[in-house]
């Protein structure tokens, strides 16, 4: 993540319940051999699984499959899921065979019921009523007021989450999907659990990481990742500048650390969202960022403007505009080359750029 989470990010309450559902659930198969109302809690979130009959279906084909597995897979599912609900410890030391006992059958239906308890039934009526009302548009809401987590995109910082339109109710309101940090489809007892669920934008989610695994690249290398509530790599990432005359500069992404962890984790993060392909891909037109964001006049103003854009940026801008960290570590990269040449390109392009306008409007 670029930006960890704020302090006090808050929880959604219906993952929440889902998730405690089931662990309760998978304790109580142990030791049951018939399937029945009683694997689940007494209160209404139990209620409300075992009265949709989607749900329904999807927890007993799992009682069913694990109650058909050799040994003692009943427990070891149950236990590999309470030993690691702490899921700040799971990112320090990663069980990435944390599954591998269960057969196919068995991995398929905990595939197929966390899949739904995700998608389906976190929406029921009765789920949402037991968790106070506050349904995924609202905990979306809160996720992102400024108070919170703002409106860009955590792990890259060049995306907002949602477009927010005026006028319309805030269950009307779009909102971003929420990214399994740790992917459902290899991590399916996490598919709820509501430290392991995240807004991302759209880039980040659907087409950069996508089922992306943190802790195995696709190389088949292992890696570590940052725990998205406690740490973050803005303190470790900056631009450098090559060739700035060249046609077409060079602006690279740099890692500004030499602590082996920290950068095993950074590159995950490269490799799992795009990082520097995003960045470095963005700044190709440099020339159209600086008439974009400072439109100099001459080279003494845009000296003046990337000093100031080189400033520190507050908190609140980070999280209501886009690119806006990515573009201070680039002015401050400029701020440190001699921008004299750079200038006199610059204004030769305007200059034809304004002959080229005044002669179209000409007419010639």
Same mark, same amino acid.
């Given at each position: 993540?670029?930006?960890?989470? *704020?302090?006090?990010?808050?929880?959604?309450?219906?993952?929440?319940?889902?998730?405690?559902?089931?662990?309760?659930?998978?304790?109580?198969?142990?030791?049951?051999?018939?399937?029945?109302?009683?694997?689940?809690?007494?209160?209404?979130?139990?209620?409300?699984?075992?009265?949709?009959?989607?749900?329904?279906?999807?927890?007993?084909?799992?009682? *069913?499959?694990?109650?058909?597995?050799?040994?003692?897979?009943?427990?070891?599912?149950?236990?590999?899921?309470?030993?690691?609900?702490?899921?700040?410890?799971?990112?320090?030391? %990663?069980?990435?065979?944390?599954?591998?006992?269960?057969?196919?059958?068995?991995?398929?239906?905990?595939?197929?019921?966390?899949?739904?308890?995700?998608?389906?039934?976190? =929406?029921?009526?009765?789920?949402?009523?037991?968790?106070?009302?506050?349904?995924?548009?609202?905990?979306?809401?809160?996720?992102?007021?400024?108070?919170?987590?703002?409106?860009?995109?955590?792990?890259?910082?060049?995306?907002?989450?949602?477009?927010?339109?005026?006028?319309?109710?805030?269950?009307?309101?779009?909102?971003?999907?929420?990214?399994?940090? #740790?992917?459902?489809?290899?991590?399916?007892?996490?598919?709820?659990?509501?430290?392991?669920?995240? %807004?991302?934008?759209?880039?980040?989610?659907?087409?950069?990481?996508?089922?992306?695994?943190?802790?195995?690249?696709?190389?088949?290398?292992?890696?570590?990742?940052?725990?998205?509530?406690?740490?973050?790599?803005? =303190?470790? *990432?900056?631009?450098?500048?090559?060739?700035?005359?060249?046609?077409? %500069?060079?602006?690279?992404?740099?890692?500004?650390?030499?602590?082996?962890?920290? #950068?095993?984790?950074?590159?995950?993060?490269?490799?799992?969202?795009?990082?520097?392909?995003?960045?470095?891909?963005?700044?190709?037109?440099?020339?159209?960022?600086?008439?974009?964001?400072?439109?100099?006049?001459?080279?003494?103003?845009?000296?003046?403007?990337?000093?100031?854009?080189?400033?520190?940026?507050?908190?609140?801008?980070?999280?209501?505009?886009?690119? *806006?960290?990515?573009?201070?570590?680039?002015?401050?990269?400029?701020?440190?080359?001699?921008?004299? %040449?750079?200038?006199?390109?610059?204004?030769?392009?305007?200059?034809?750029?304004?002959?080229?306008?005044?002669?179209?409007?000409?007419?010639?």
């Amino acid at each position: 993540m670029l930006f960890r989470l *704020v302090d006090g990010t808050p929880c959604f309450e219906v993952f929440r319940l889902l998730n405690l559902e089931l662990l309760h659930f998978l304790e109580e198969a142990i030791d049951k051999e018939d399937f029945g109302r009683q694997l689940f809690t007494a209160g209404a979130i139990g209620d409300a699984c075992w009265a949709n009959e989607n749900t329904l279906d999807k927890f007993q084909k799992l009682f *069913v499959d694990l109650s058909n597995a050799d040994g003692d897979t009943k427990q070891q599912l149950f236990l590999a899921m309470q030993n690691n609900q702490d899921l700040e410890v799971f990112f320090g030391n %990663p069980q990435r065979g944390l599954l591998d006992f269960l057969n196919g059958d068995c991995r398929s239906s905990l595939k197929e019921l966390s899949s739904h308890l995700y998608s389906a039934t976190k =929406d029921l009526v009765p789920v949402v009523a037991a968790a106070g009302g506050v349904n995924i548009n609202s905990h979306f809401s809160d996720y992102r007021s400024l108070a919170n987590n703002g409106n860009v995109c955590k792990a890259c910082g060049m995306e907002k989450l949602a477009v927010i339109r005026a006028g319309i109710t805030e269950q009307r309101q779009w909102r971003s999907d929420y990214d399994h940090q #740790l992917c459902k489809s290899k991590y399916p007892i996490f598919a709820v659990h509501p430290n392991n669920l995240i %807004p991302l934008c759209s880039v980040c989610n659907q087409n950069a990481k996508r089922a992306k695994d943190l802790f195995n690249s696709t190389d088949g290398n292992t890696r570590l990742a940052f725990y998205p509530y406690t740490e973050e790599a803005r =303190d470790f *990432v900056g631009i450098e500048i090559s060739n700035l005359l060249d046609p077409e %500069p060079a602006f690279s992404v740099f890692w500004s650390t030499e602590n082996e962890t920290v #950068l095993d984790k950074l590159k995950t993060w490269d490799e799992v969202y795009e990082i520097r392909n995003r960045v470095e891909g963005q700044l190709r037109a440099i020339e159209d960022i600086i008439v974009d964001e400072i439109n100099p006049i001459d080279e003494a103003h845009l000296i003046r403007r990337i000093q100031d854009e080189a400033r520190p940026i507050v908190e609140d801008t980070l999280k209501r505009k886009e690119w *806006v960290f990515w573009y201070q570590k680039l002015f401050a990269a400029l701020e440190l080359v001699d921008l004299a %040449p750079f200038a006199a390109k610059l204004g030769f392009i305007q200059e034809q750029g304004a002959n080229g306008g005044e002669f179209i409007l000409s007419g010639g």
